[in-house]
C-alpha cells in the first residue's frame, strides 16, 4: 500500500482503492455505473448471484446487496444500498463467494459462515428453507480429531451445494446433487463431508458452477506415480493398445469408459454439435482460456441463453465434429464464427493464420504447405466412404476413430496446429449438399451408440491411420500420462527413430522444480478434475454424461492451468501463458450464467475488460442467425475508470473493481505483471520453437557440447516455470491488498537472484566452449527457415546481423529482465516517504538486482573474451585446457611477462585463469591450480627489479614484468584470482549489498586440494586440508593412488604431530593401520599400529621403527599361536627386559632380551607350577638354573636347552633328601643321573630349610633393571636425557604442553572428557609453588597434586602409573599368578616406589628425602596416654616430633590400590597351606558362645562384659550369648580387608584396640593400664570372632610394605601382637 494510503485521512485513500463498477450483461455499449447507494469502503472482493451479491472490504467486513428474500426485516429484503452483515462485524473475514442464492464468507482463522437459501442444504443447516443470518458451519474430521475444526482457505458456491477447501488441502462439500462428488444418495447433505476421491492430492483451488463443480489440483510428483492399472476398473478393457503393422506399432491409449463414454454422432444435420472438450479461445488480445462450452439440444434459433454455439449451419461441413477440432490447441468451437460463404471462412482463417505460425506444436513442427494433408479419406468404421467425404470430415473421422475425442490427450499441446486446421477449411469443399454425417452412427438412440462405441474402443486404434505424425512430449506430458510416444501415424522407420531419440533428449526441458519456489509461489503442474452435471458440455470430459465423482480433464494435463473459472453451464481455465501472439495476454477470467469476461493486458499496462456471450436483441447483429451471442469478444470502454483489478459475473450482470492510480503506484505494479507475463510468453516460445527444435536436430557435436546444450536448456526450463509462477503469483497479487512489501521478489529474492545465475552460468559456459559455432552447422537450415522468427524474438532489427548472433542475442535476453526488476522496484519506491522501511527495502531491492544484472553483463563480456582467445591460442593446448567454467583474466603474449633466467631461444607464455595460472612454452604446458598457488614480490635486493615470486606446492619461479604498472596488474590479478578460487564464487555481489569489498591479499595459510606430479614419495598422491606457504601445514588428508592414506596433522610439508595412517596389504587383502604420533613425516611417539596379520603393536615409535616401551600383541586366543610381549624395545626388536606370554604353550618369560631372542637372565612359570629361573641363550635355558616343580622338588644345576639337564647339579627333595652329581634328560621324562644321594637329619627349624628357597631370585633380573624404558620415557616427557639430569622449569614447561596438546585432541576427538576430568586437568595446570620452608601443608599438597597427576593419563606421570600397572598385571596375572614370584612382585613393588619417588623430589626439589623429618608447624593435639607404657605419646617414638618422609607413605596410596589384585593374590596363594590350618581352626572356635570362648582363651573376668547395650537397651550377657562381646572391635577390624596401604591397614589394627580399650573401660568404669598379657587374650577373641578368611596375606603384607621406621612404634607393637593371634591361633588345640 503506498503512503498516502496509511496516512490518518483514511477516507480519501479508499477512495482511490477498491472501487466498484456495475454492467449489465448483454448490453456492451451501455457505460458501467456505480454500485447504487455505495459510497464507502474500498472493495477487495466481491461474489455476485443471481439477484443479490456480496462484498468484502479492506477492512474485513462483509456487505449485501440485491435482493435478499432470507433478510428478517422486509425493509432490508429489497435494500436500496449494501447493507452490513452485523453477524459478521468482529470477525475479520478473508474471503466471500456466492451461489445463485445463497452466500458464504471464511474468516482468518478459518471459519466458514453460511446465509441465504438452504432448500437444498446449501447453507449447511438441517431443516430450514432461510437462514437469515451469517451462520457458522461447524466442519470436523473425525479421521483426525473430531473435536478440532478443520480450517478453511476457500469458498466456492453453487446452485445447490457449496464446497470449501481446508488449509490441509482436501474439500468439503455439503448441499444437494452429483456435484457434490460424496459417496452418498441422501441429500440434501447438510453436515459437511469430505470428497474423499482427492483425498492425498493437493488441491489448488475449487470453483462452481450452478450444477457443476472444477477442482485445480497439483499433479503428484513424478516419482510417486503409481503403477498404471493394465485394465479399466469399470469395463475391465485394456486401457493400452498396441497395434503391429508392416513398418510401425500403433499405441493408443484411447480408451473410454462407460462413465464417460465418447459421443460421435450428431442426430440431426440441423442440431448444433456441442465444444465439448475444452478448446483455446482465440481473442485478437488474449490467448490461452480453455473453456468447456455448453450446447441445447434444441435448433439455434432457440438459444439465446448459450454462448458458444455459434456454429449454427443449415448443413454446413464446419459443424461436423467440432470436438476434435475443439482439443487442438488453439482453434476452437467459437472462434470460427459461420459465415454464409467459404469465401468469409478464408478470410476471417487468413486473418487468424498470421499468428498461429508462432504457436504451432511444441515439438517444434514445421507449418505445412497450404494443400490439403489428407491423402487418403479413411474408411469410416460404421459407414462405407462416400465419394463426397470433405477433407474435413475425414480429418475428423480418423482422429476420432483413432483416439476418441480425446486427441488431445495423446499428443502435447497440438500437434495439429491452427495453420492445418485452416488449411483444412479453405480447401474443403464446403457445399451444403456434403455428408455432414459421414462419421454419425445414423440415427439410433444414444444408448445403443454407446454401448456400440464400448465394443469398438480397442479396435478404433487399430483401423486408424491418422494424418500428423503426433509425438507425446513426454517432458510436459504431465506426470499423469503414461511415457510411450503415442504414434499414430504411419510413419517411416527412420522418422521413428528420430522420435526415439528426440524423446531422449528433451527430457531436459522438464523443468526442475525446485521445491522452495514450488512452496512460495503457485505451482504451474496442475490438472483440473470435474465432476456434476455435464449435459451442456461443461466438464469437459468429451461427452455430455454426468459424473458422480472428480474425474481428470486430460487435454488439460501439461497445460499449466492457474485458474479456474465456473459459469452457470459453462468452465473456464485460465493458463499460465496467457496469450498467443499479441502483446496482450488474458490474466483473470470471469464467467457468468451464459457469458464470459476476460481481463487483458494493454500496451499501456492497463488492464482492457472483454466480453463475450449473451446479447440482447436490441443490440444484436443484423444476421437473424447470429443473434444469440457475441461473435467475438468485445471490448468494452473503461480506459476511464482506472484500474481493473478483479471482475466477478453474475446472472444479469457483473461488476469489476477498480483502483485509481495514486502516485503512479499502481500502474508500476500493472507494469510489473503484464512484462512478467509477456516475459513468460516470450520464454515458453523460445523454448518450445527454438531450444526444443535445436535439441532434436541431428550431429550436434560431441557429446560434451550436447551435454552443455542440454545444461543451458534445463536452467533455461528452470528460470522459464519460476517466471511463469512468478507472473501467476502477481495476477493473485493484484487481486488482494496490494502491499508492495510483500512481492514476491522482494521477500524471496534469492530464489530470482539464484536462477538468473544458475543460467547465466550454463550459457556463458557454453559460449565459452564454442557452443554457438558448433551449432552453426547442423543448425543452419532450421535457422534459416526460422530468420524472422529469430530475429522477432530476440528483438534484433538489424537485417544483416548473422544468424549465430542473433541466437546468441537471444539466449542472453532473460539477463535483460533484471534491469527491468530494478526499474520497476524503484518506480514503486519513489511511492512511499524516503524514510519510511518500505522505501528503503525496495530501494535496496533495486540496486540488488540491478547489480546482478551488470556482474552478469560482466560475466558474459568475460566469457566472450575467453572465447576470442581460444580461438587464437593454438589448436592442440586448447583441447586440453579448454574447460567450460574457465575464464581467461590475463596473458602475458605481450612479452610483459617473462621466466626470469630463460633461455635466450626458450618460450614462455603465461595465462592467468580464474582457476589456474598456466605455463606455457613450444609444445607442452604446466597447469598450476590457483588454489595453491602464492604469489608475492620480489624484495629489490633478491635482483628482481619487477619480480613477481610464484610459489606452488612443488615448484618455485620467478616472473619478470617489463614495467612496475604490468608487475602491480599482475600482482593484483593473481591475488583476487586465486582469492576468488579459494572462496569459490565468482566475485557474486553479496545480495543486499552493492558490491562486495575485496580482500587485497589472499590468505597465507588455506585450505586446498592438490595432487602432487613429481615427488618421488608423494607421486600421484592427493592432499586436501590445510596449507602454508606452499606446503600442506595443518590438519589434513593425504591418499596416495594404491590405496595409502594418512589423515592427521602436517608440518611444512611433512606428517607431523597426531594421525592415522593405513597401508592395504594386497597379499592379506587387508590394511595396516597406524593411529598415533609423528614426526617429521616419520612415525615417531605413542601410537597404535595394527598389521594387517592381525598382529597389534601398543606403545613408542621412533623413525618408522618401534623403539621405546611396547605391547606386541599376536594372534586372537582362537588362532594358531597367540602371544603377548610386553617390554622394551630397540629398532623394531625386543631388547633389554621384557614379558613374553607364549598362551599355547601356558608359559610366561619374564626376563632380558636381545635382538628378538631371549639373551640373559631370565624366569619361566609354566601354568603346571614349573618354576624356572637362571640363564638364557638364543631363546634357550643354557647355563646355570633353578628349576622347582610344584612339589617343592628343586634342582639347581646346569641346564642345556628347555627343560633339559645337562652336566652337574643338586636334586632335592620335598622332604630334604638331595642328590648331587651329573644330570642329563628332559625334566618330566626321566632324567640319567650319576651321583650320590645323602639323608639329612630332619631339620627342626627354618634356618635349616634348603638354601634354594633363600637364595631364589638370585638369577632372576633385579628389580631396579625391569621397566627401565617405561622411566626413561617419563623421563625425557619431562625433558631430560638421562634420569634427575635437567632443569626443573622446562619439565613443568614440557608437563604444561602435554596437557594442553591432549586437551586439544580429546576435544576434536569423539570421546568426550567427563566434567570430572576436565575439572582435574584445569587444576594440574597450576604448578604448586612453595616458597619458604618446608613443611607439613606442603607435604599434603604435593601429595594431592599427586593423587590427582596420576588419575590422568594426559599427565606424564599419571601415564607413568597407567604403564606400571599395566605391565604389572601383564607379568602376575595368569600363568605369571604363581606363589615363588610372590618376593620378585614385592621388589617390583619397592623399586617403583624408589624410582617414581626419585621423579617426584625433581619436579619438587624442595621435598626432603626418603627417611627425613618434616618438623610440625603446631604442637601436637592434646597428648593421650600410650597404650602399654603409660609414657605420654610422643609420635611413635620417633626422636623429634614431627613428619616421616617416605616414597611408600607418599606414593603406595596412589600405587598400591592399582597394583592390589595380582599382589594379594601372590599372597594368598603363597601362604594358602598355612592359611588353612588357620580357618579350620577359626571356624572350630567360633563355634562357642562368648562366655565360653573368653574363659578358654583366658581373659581375665574383670574384662568380660556383663551386660552389652543393643540398639539402645541393656541386656545381660547370658551362658549363651554369641557374637555379642566386644561387637564394636570385631566389626572395627574386620575392615582391614577393604583397606589397600599398610599404613591404612596398621590404623585399623590401632582402632580396634582403642575400640576394645573403651568397651572394657565402660563396664571397669575405672582407669586402668593394659599389660600385654592382658591384652593379648582380648585381642585374640576380637581376632577369631572377626573371622578374616585371608589374615596370614594380609600379615605378610603388612610385614613386607609397612614403612621401617613404624616398627618400633606403637603402630608396630600393635601389628605384632596381631601376627602373634595369627601364629596362635593355628597352634591352639581344643580337648
Known amino acids: 500500500m503506498d503512503s498516502k494510503k496509511r496516512s490518518s485521512t483514511e477516507a480519501e485513500g479508499s477512495k482511490e482503492r477498491g472501487l466498484v463498477h456495475v454492467w449489465q450483461a448483454g448490453s456492451n455499449s451501455v457505460a458501467p455505473e456505480r454500485l447504487p447507494g455505495w459510497g464507502g469502503k ?62 458464504g464468507a471464511v474468516t482468518e482463522s478459518g471459519v466458514v459462515y453460511m446465509w441465504g437459501e438452504n432448500s437444498a442444504g446449501q447453507c449447511a443447516v438441517a431443516n430450514q428453507q432461510y437462514v437469515p443470518e451469517p451462520n457458522p458451519v461447524s466442519i470436523s474430521d473425525s479421521e483426525t480429531s473430531s473435536l478440532v475444526a478443520v480450517r478453511i482457505l476457500q469458498l466456492a458456491c453453487g446452485e445447490e451445494h457449496t464446497l470449501a477447501l481446508s488449509i490441509s488441502r482436501e474439500i468439503w462439500a455439503w448441499g444437494t446433487g452429483c456435484q457434490l462428488g460424496l459417496i452418498t444418495t441422501t441429500f440434501p447433505v447438510t453436515k459437511p463431508q469430505k470428497v474423499e476421491h482427492l483425498a492425498g492430492r493437493v488441491v489448488l483451488q475449487v470453483a462452481c458452477g450452478a450444477f457443476h463443480s472444477l477442482a485445480l489440483v497439483q499433479c503428484l510428483p513424478s516419482q510417486e506415480l503409481k503403477p498404471v492399472p493394465e485394465r479399466c476398473n469399470q469395463c475391465s478393457q485394456l486401457l493400452i493398445t498396441m497395434t503391429d503393422k508392416e513398418d510401425h506399432v500403433i499405441i493408443s491409449d484411447s480408451h473410454c469408459c462407460p462413465l464417460g463414454v465418447t459421443l460421435s454422432e450428431s442426430q ?60 487442438t490447441e488453439i482453434s476452437s468451437a467459437r472462434n470460427v464464427p459461420s459465415y454464409p460463404d467459404t469465401q468469409a471462412v478464408n478470410e476471417y482463417m487468413a486473418k487468424l493464420s498470421d499468428r498461429s505460425v508462432r504457436e504451432n506444436s511444441e515439438n517444434g513442427e514445421k507449418p505445412v504447405p497450404s494443400q490439403p494433408l489428407v491423402e487418403e479419406a479413411v474408411p469410416n468404421l ?73 465394443k469398438q474402443e480397442s479396435m478404433q486404434g487399430k483401423k486408424s491411420s491418422s494424418l500428423v505424425d503426433i509425438r507425446e512430449e513426454e517432458s510436459e506430458g504431465g506426470s499423469r500420462r503414461l511415457s510411450l510416444p503415442g504414434l499414430l501415424s504411419q510413419v517411416s522407420p527412420r522418422l521413428l527413430r528420430k522420435a526415439a531419440r528426440v524423446k531422449t533428449r528433451t527430457v531436459v526441458l522438464t523443468p526442475t522444480y525446485s ?86 493486458d494493454t500496451e499501456d499496462f492497463q488492464p482492457g475488460l472483454y466480453y463475450s456471450g449473451r446479447q440482447d436483441p436490441a443490440e444484436g447483429d443484423s444476421l437473424p442467425e447470429n443473434h444469440s451471442g457475441t461473435k467475438t469478444p468485445v471490448l468494452l470502454s473503461c480506459s476511464k475508470l482506472g484500474y481493473i483489478s478483479r471482475v466477478t459475473a453474475g446472472k444479469d450482470r457483473y461488476l469489476a473493481l477498480v483502483d485509481k492510480n495514486v502516485m503512479g503506484y499502481i500502474a508500476s505494479l500493472h507494469e510489473l505483471a503484464t512484462t512478467e507475463r509477456r516475459f513468460y510468453s516470450k520464454l515458453s516460445d523460445i523454448k518450445s520453437q527454438i531450444l526444443r527444435p535445436l535439441l532434436s536436430l541431428e550431429n550436434l557435436g560431441t557429446a560434451s557440447t550436447v551435454q552443455l ?34 512481492l514476491v521478489i522482494l521477500k524471496h529474492a534469492s530464489l530470482f537472484l539464484d536462477s538468473y545465475t544458475e543460467y547465466c552460468t550454463s550459457i556463458t559456459n557454453f559460449l565459452v566452449m564454442g557452443g554457438f559455432q558448433l551449432l552453426a552447422k547442423p543448425a543452419i537450415d532450421f535457422l534459416n527457415k526460422n530468420q524472422e522468427l529469430l530475429q522477432d524474438l530476440s528483438e534484433v532489427n538489424d537485417e544483416n546481423t548473422q544468424l549465430m548472433e542473433i541466437l546468441n542475442t537471444l539466449f542472453f535476453l532473460p539477463i535483460r529482465r533484471l534491469h527491468n526488476y530494478a526499474k520497476v522496484l524503484l518506480k514503486l519506491a519513489t511511492c512511499f516517504e524516503v524514510t519510511s522501511p518500505d522505501y528503503q527495502k525496495l530501494q535496496d531491492s533495486s540496486s540488488c538486482y540491478e547489480s546482478l544484472a551488470l556482474h552478469l553483463g560482466r560475466r558474459r563480456k568475460e566469457a566472450e573474451y575467453t572465447l576470442g582467445f581460444w580461438k587464437t591460442f593454438p589448436g592442440k593446448m586448447t583441447d586440453s585446457l579448454r574447460k567450460p567454467e574457465r575464464r581467461l583474466l590475463c596473458e602475458s603474449s605481450n612479452r610483459a611477462l617473462s621466466l ?73 590479478a593473481i591475488s583476487q584470482a586465486v582469492d576468488q578460487a579459494l572462496r569459490g564464487t565468482s566475485d557474486l555481489p553479496p545480495y543486499g549489498s552493492g558490491s562486495g569489498i575485496q580482500r587485497q591479499e589472499p590468505p597465507i595459510s588455506r585450505s586446498a586440494k592438490y595432487t602432487f606430479y613429481k615427488d618421488p614419495r608423494l607421486k600421484d598422491a592427493t592432499y586436501d586440508g590445510r596449507w602454508l606457504s606452499g606446503k600442506p601445514h595443518g590438519r589434513g588428508v593425504l591418499k596416495w593412488p594404491d590405496g595409502k592414506m594418512y589423515s592427521g596433522m602436517f608440518r611444512n610439508g611433512l606428517e607431523d604431530g597426531y594421525g592415522e595412517y593405513r597401508i592395504p596389504n594386497k597379499t592379506l587383502n587387508k590394511e595396516d593401520h597406524y593411529v598415533g604420533h609423528w614426526k617429521e613425516g616419520k612415525m615417531c611417539g605413542q601410537g597404535v599400529y595394527s598389521y ?40 623394531d626388536k625386543k631388547a633389554g627386559y621384557g614379558v613374553f606370554d607364549d598362551i599355547t604353550r601356558g608359559e610366561k618369560y619374564m626376563g632380558m632380551w636381545q635382538d628378538d631372542v631371549c639373551q640373559g637372565n631370565g624366569v619361566v612359570v609354566t601354568q603346571f607350577g614349573l618354576y624356572y629361573e637362571g640363564n638364557f641363550h638364543l631363546n634357550k635355558m643354557m647355563g646355570n638354573g633353578v628349576l622347582l616343580s610344584e612339589d617343592d622338588t628343586i634342582y639347581e644345576g646346569e641346564f642345556s636347552d628347555d627343560w633339559t639337564l645337562s652336566g652337574k647339579g643338586t636334586l632335592t627333595m620335598p622332604n630334604g633328601d638331595y642328590i648331587e652329581g651329573y644330570f642329563s634328560g628332559e625334566w618330566g621324562s626321566g632324567i640319567k643321573i650319576t651321583g650320590t644321594y645323602f639323608k639329612p637329619s630332619l631339620y627342626e627349624s627354618d634356618k635349616d630349610r634348603p638354601k634354594v628357597f633363600r637364595k631364589l631370585g638370585n638369577l632372576a633380573v633385579s628389580a631396579d633393571e625391569k621397566w627401565k624404558a617405561v622411566f626413561d620415557e617419563c623421563w625425557h616427557q619431562l625433558g631430560c636425557e638421562n634420569p634427575g639430569q635437567g632443569e626443573v622449569w622446562k619439565a613443568w614447561d614440557n608437563i604444561a604442553v602435554a596437557l594442553t596438546t591432549s586437551r586439544r585432541q580429546h576435544r576434536d576427538s569423539p570421546e568426550t572428557l567427563s566434567r570430572s576430568q576436565t575439572q582435574t586437568l584445569e587444576s594440574l595446570e597450576f604448578i604448586p609453588q612453595h616458597v619458604g620452608a618446608f613443611s607439613v601443608e606442603k607435604y599434603d599438597d604435593i601429595k594431592k597434586y599427586l593423587i590427582k597427576a596420576c588419575d590422568t593419563p594426559l599427565h606424564p606421570l599419571g601415564r607413568l602409573v597407567e604403564t606400571l600397572v599395566a605391565v604389572y598385571r601383564m607379568t602376575y596375572v595368569g600363568v605369571g599368578a604363581n606363589r615363588r614370584l610372590l618376593q620378585e612382585a614385592v621388589k617390583e613393588i619397592k623399586s617403583y616406589l624408589k624410582r617414581i619417588f626419585q621423579l617426584v623430589r625433581f619436579l619438587f626439589p624442595e621435598l626432603p628425602e626418603e627417611g627425613s623429618t618434616i618438623p610440625l608447624s603446631a604442637p601436637l593435639p592434646t597428648e593421650r596416654k600410650s597404650f602399654c607404657t603409660g609414657k605420654s605419646d610422643s ?16 606414593l603406595l596410596p596412589v600405587l598400591l590400590p592399582r597394583l592390589y589384585p595380582p599382589l594379594f593374590m601372590l599372597y594368598a596363594l603363597d601362604n594358602d597351606r598355612e592359611e588353612d590350618i588357620y580357618w579350620e581352626c577359626v571356624l572350630r572356635l567360633n563355634k562357642q558362645p562368648d562366655i565360653a570362648l573368653l574363659g578358654f582363651l583366658g581373659v581375665q573376668r574383670k574384662f568380660w562384659p556383663a551386660t552389652l547395650s543393643i540398639l539402645g537397651e541393656s541386656k545381660k550377657v547370658l551362658p549363651t550369648t554369641k557374637d555379642a562381646c566386644f561387637a564394636s572391635a570385631v566389626e572395627c577390624l574386620q575392615q582391614i580387608s577393604t583397606t589397600f596401604t599398610p599404613s591404612d591397614k596398621l590404623k585399623v589394627i590401632q582402632q580396634t584396640f582403642e575400640e576394645i580399650s573403651q568397651s572394657v573401660l565402660a563396664s571397669l568404669q575405672e582407669d586402668f593400664l593394659w599389660s600385654m598379657d592382658d591384652l593379648f587374650p582380648v585381642f585374640l577373641y576380637v581376632v577369631l570372632r572377626a573371622r578374616i578368611r585371608n589374615l596370614g596375606s594380609e600379615v605378610h603384607l603388612i610385614e613386607d610394605l609397612m614403612d621401617p621406621y613404624l616398627q618400633h612404634g606403637e603402630q608396630g607393637i600393635m601389628f605384632t601382637t596381631l601376627k602373634a593371634c595369627y601364629y596362635q591361633i593355628q597352634r591352639e588345640k581344643l580337648n
Open 268 to 327: 440431426a444435420e440441423n442440431q448444433v454439435s456441442t465444444a465439448i472438450s475444452p478448446c483455446t479461445e482465440t481473442l485478437d488480445s488474449q490467448g490461452e482460456v480453455f473453456e468447456n462450452t455448453l450446447g441445447g439440444k434444441e435448433p439455434p434459433v432457440a438459444t439465446d441463453t448459450h454462448v458458444g454455439n455459434v456454429q449454427t449451419t443449415g448443413g454446413d461441413a464446419i459443424s461436423s465434429q467440432q470436438d476434435v477440432v475443439g482439443t
Open 42 to 103: 474500498a472493495v477487495l472482493q466481491a461474489a455476485l448471484g443471481v439477484k443479490h451479491g456480496v462484498l468484502l472490504t479492506e477492512d474485513g467486513e462483509v456487505y449485501s446487496f440485491g435482493t435478499l428474500p432470507w433478510r428478517s426485516e422486509p425493509a432490508e429484503i429489497c435494500p436500496n444500498s449494501p447493507i452490513l452483515e452485523n453477524a459478521l462485524v468482529g470477525q475479520y473475514v478473508v474471503t466471500v463467494a456466492s451461489g445463485s442464492f445463497h452466500s
Open 382 to 454: 460404421h459407414s462405407p466412404p462416400t465419394t463426397s467425404t470433405s477433407a474435413l470430415n475425414s480429418l475428423v473421422v480418423s482422429c476420432a476413430s483413432a483416439v476418441g475425442v480425446r486427441v488431445a490427450a495423446t499428443y502435447e499441446a497440438g500437434a495439429l496446429s491452427l495453420k492445418k486446421v485452416m488449411n483444412f477449411y479453405s480447401t474443403a469443399p464446403c457445399e451444403p449438399g456434403t455428408q455432414a454425417g459421414s462419421s454419425s452412427i445414423g440415427p439410433e438412440g444414444l444408448k445403443d451408440s454407446r454401448e456400440e462405441q464400448v
Open 900 to 972: 626470469q633466467h630463460a633461455g635466450r631461444f626458450s618460450v614462455n607464455w603465461f595465462i592467468l585463469f580464474n582457476d589456474a595460472l598456466v605455463h606455457a612454452q613450444f609444445s607442452t604446458h604446466h597447469v598450476f591450480p590457483l588454489a595453491t598457488l602464492w604469489a608475492e614480490p620480489l624484495s629489490e635486493e633478491a635482483g628482481g627489479v619487477n619480480g613477481l615470486k610464484i610459489t606452488t606446492p612443488e615448484e618455485q619461479f620467478s616472473l619478470v614484468s617489463s614495467t612496475p604498472q604490468e608487475k602491480t596488474k599482475w600482482l593484483r
Open 515 to 600: 521445491g522452495e519456489a514450488d512452496a512460495l509461489l503457485p505451482s504451474l503442474r496442475t490438472e483440473v478434475w470435474t465432476w456434476g452435471k455435464g449435459k451442456e458440455g461443461q466438464l469437459g470430459h468429451g461427452d455430455v454424461l454426468p459424473r458422480l465423482q472428480p474425474l481428470c480433464v486430460k487435454c488439460l494435463d501439461g497445460k499449466e492451468v492457474i485458474y479456474l473459472e465456473a459459469g452457470g453451464y459453462h468452465s473456464l481455465a485460465l493458463t499460465a501463458k496467457s496469450q498467443v501472439n499479441s502483446e496482450n495476454g488474458v490474466w483473470s477470467v470471469a464467467a457468468g450464467q451464459d457469458y464470459s469476461l476476460f481481463l487483458v
Open 1435 to 1450: 609420635r611413635s617414638e620417633s626422636p623429634e616430633p614431627g613428619y616421616v618422609v617416605t616414597s611408600s607413605g607418599l
Open 1092 to 1131: 594387517a596379520s592381525g598382529e597389534v603393536f601398543e606403545g613408542c615409535f621412533q623413525d618408522n621403527m618401534r623403539h621405546g616401551h611396547g605391547l606386541l600383541r599376536s594372534g586372537k586366543l582362537t588362532s594358531s599361536s597367540p602371544s603377548m610381549f610386553i617390554g622394551q624395545w630397540v629398532m
Open 709 to 742: 546444450l542440454q545444461e543451458v536448456a534445463s536452467r533455461f526450463s528452470k528460470l522459464c516455470y519460476l517466471i511463469g509462477q512468478h507472473g501467476a503469483s502477481l495476477s493473485n497479487f493484484l487481486h488482494g491488498i496490494k502491499e508492495a512489501r510483500s
